[in-house]
């Protein structure tokens, strides 16, 4: 398993932007698929972007066009750009790794993954 430190949550106001990133403790090129997931209270954990360590991003339809996800493999750090937050985007936000690449599994499914960070929260006021 990879050790992943999440930073960077918050709280804004409706239209707001953060930027969220998740430090991988590893190898750079032994982590593959990276991909972020959120989990509202009372609901379930829900995949929310990745990106496979050749640069092909996916994106859950309820962020596309809103938020962006990107890799500093210099840096072994994965980031999510949220722009035009909405109060439904509210959620702890975690950040996962597979040694797969992203292509070769379910990148939405929080099963596919085995490492996971400890979370980070996210809070957009209306």
């Known amino acids: 398993q990879v050790q992943l430190v999440e930073s960077g949550g918050g709280s804004v106001q409706t239209g707001g932007s953060l930027r969220l990133a998740c430090a991988a403790f590893t190898y750079s090129y032994s982590v593959n698929c990276m991909a972020w997931f959120r989990q509202a209270l009372g609901k379930e954990r829900e995949g929310v972007a990745a990106r496979s360590l050749r640069g092909r991003t996916y994106y859950a339809d309820s962020v596309n066009g809103r938020f962006t996800i990107d890799r500093d493999i210099s840096r072994n750090t994965l980031y999510l750009q949220m722009n035009s937050l909405k109060p439904e985007d509210t959620a702890m936000y975690y950040c996962?790794?597979?040694?797969?690449?992203?292509?070769?599994?379910?990148?939405?499914?929080?099963?596919?993954?085995?490492?996971w960070g400890q979370g980070t929260q996210v809070t957009v006021s209306s």
């Open positions: 996962a790794a597979n040694t797969y690449d992203c292509s070769l599994g379910s990148w939405f499914s929080k099963d596919w993954y085995k490492s």
